[in-house]
């Protein structure tokens, strides 16, 4: 079955460290991509995504991008600040289902 | 335009007994999807309503069942609460089933379950 598989957390980074969290994927089919975020307190929140092959999708600073060859959606921010603490989870889904995929997830703690 | 809400945030029960949790679609979706998250594990599809029908659901024994409403508000019901079933349950909705095969979701904050 389709599986998604992200690097051991916790995380812990001083504010501008490079920050990449790993995610590889095993899907029949091609399926899209997406990197969720859960803050403190709030609801996963949708914060990238690549629908294809070599997409890179970005949003507040974060990119990643879609590798069929490695199976892989590495995420990836050049400097990171304390508000990007919080829980990042790798996910996909396949054509024509109903269902995200998620990894366990990966907690990321930011100090000043 | 508000969000997914969820109803209630927390609550406890007993081994045996019966919860019912509630969600709010965000205004204008007409697909719901519920989640499980255990501790330290990320969400695993329970199942979708859309448009007041059961759409896919995931791999959850009968006692989870759900009901989507004229309004697109949804409820997961659970029987025979076992200890396992403690959890964060997810609401998510999405403008329509399209989106939600695109994985264009959007979460609530979750009902946290503990089951004693």
């Known amino acids: 079955g389709n599986s998604v598989t992200q690097m051991e957390g916790p995380v812990t980074l001083s504010e501008e460290a490079f920050l990449t969290i790993n995610c590889t994927y095993t899907?029949?089919?091609?399926?899209?991509l997406f990197w969720y975020v859960q803050y403190p307190g709030e609801g996963l929140q949708l914060l990238l995504k690549a629908t294809k092959a070599d997409d890179k999708g970005s949003n507040k600073g974060f990119e990643a991008t879609y590798r069929k060859e490695t199976t892989s959606f590495h995420l990836e921010k050049g400097s990171v600040q304390v508000s990007d603490s919080a829980v990042y989870f790798c996910?996909?889904?396949?054509?024509?289902?109903?269902?995200?995929?998620f990894g366990q997830g990966t907690r990321l703690t930011i100090n000043p | 335009e508000t969000g997914v809400t969820q109803s209630p945030t927390h609550l406890i029960k007993t081994r045996g007994q019966q919860v019912t949790l509630r969600c709010s679609s965000q205004s204008g979706h007409n697909t719901v999807s519920w989640y499980q998250q255990a501790l330290g594990q990320g969400p695993q599809f329970i199942f979708q309503y859309y448009r007041e029908e059961e759409n896919g659901r995931g791999n959850f024994p009968p006692r989870f069942s759900g009901l989507q409403f004229p309004n697109y508000s949804s409820e997961l019901n659970v029987n025979a609460l076992e200890l396992d079933d403690s959890a964060l349950y997810l609401c998510a909705s999405s403008l329509d089933n399209w989106r939600a095969e695109a994985g264009e979701l959007f979460f609530g904050e979750g009902s946290r379950l503990t089951v004693l």
């Open positions: 996910a996909l889904i396949t054509q024509g289902a109903q269902k995200l995929v």
């Open positions: 899907a029949t089919g091609y399926p899209s």
